[in-house]
Antibody, heavy 125, light 106 residues
């Protein structure tokens, strides 16, 4: 069973940093792109970014590129999201997702076919 | 960035057909995917590559379109389908999501 479990969320003061982790199991982690998506309270989904299998390519949504850093440790089957200079606008549930899909015939980059349950981050003094 | 436009809400009756549209600000070819999100849950992939049904998803869900105009259909709608549906494009970076369409019962 494919499983993604986020951790590291919580209450953080404005201007501080926080690092989320996503532990993957049930699949060959180093064969897949991975990504992060967030959802502010009552709002829609926002794509944060993605990282390829060997960390040689990392893409971000431009507005978050200077604040957020995506990384991975294939030996530990873990994806990370380092967040800095946090503000109230960063209050959200943060989801990690498997971000590439192979249907047996074709490869579909960017398709998020497995998601974690989400980590809640609240930025407040 | 590519902007994806969805209608905010759609009211349907059980057993009827629900059709949700997603329009892209520029062509994404067939790199359009659809997700279902129920209240308090993580999103779930339903359709990938515009028209391909994800594994384990019932055949009453379907998708069509290419370029800039896409359609997602549920036929027939069941009570368990009440959720918000998002389109997502992965043609260009950054990938983007539509704002979501909330499916409601009439």
């Amino acid at each position: 069973e494919v499983k993604l479990v986020e951790s590291g969320g919580g209450l953080v003061q404005p201007g501080r940093s926080l690092k989320l982790s996503c532990a993957a199991s049930g699949f060959s982690f180093n064969d897949y792109w991975m990504g992060w998506v967030r959802q502010a309270p009552g709002k829609g989904l926002e794509w944060i970014g993605e990282i390829n299998q060997d960390s040689s390519t990392i893409n971000y949504t431009p507005s978050l590129k200077d604040k957020f850093t995506i990384s991975r440790d294939n030996a530990q089957n873990t994806l990370y999201l380092q967040m800095s200079k946090l503000g109230s606008e960063d209050t959200a549930i943060y989801y990690c997702a498997r971000a590439s899909y192979y249907d047996g015939t074709y490869y579909f980059p960017g398709v998020m076919d497995a998601w974690g349950q989400g980590a809640s981050v609240t930025v407040s003094s | 960035d590519i902007v994806l436009t969805q209608s905010p809400a759609l009211a349907v009756s059980l057993g009827q057909r629900a059709t949700i549209s997603c329009r892209a600000s520029e062509s994404v070819r067939s790199s359009m995917h659809w997700y279902q999100q129920k209240s308090g849950q993580q999103p779930k992939l339903l359709i990938y590559g515009a028209s391909n049904l994800a594994s384990g998803v019932p055949a009453r869900f379907s998708g069509s379109g290419s370029g800039t105009d896409f359609t997602f259909t549920i036929d027939p709608v069941e009570a368990d389908d009440i959720a918000t549906y998002y389109c997502q494009q992965s043609r260009n970076d950054p990938n983007t999501f539509g704002a979501g369409t909330k499916l409601e019962l009439k």
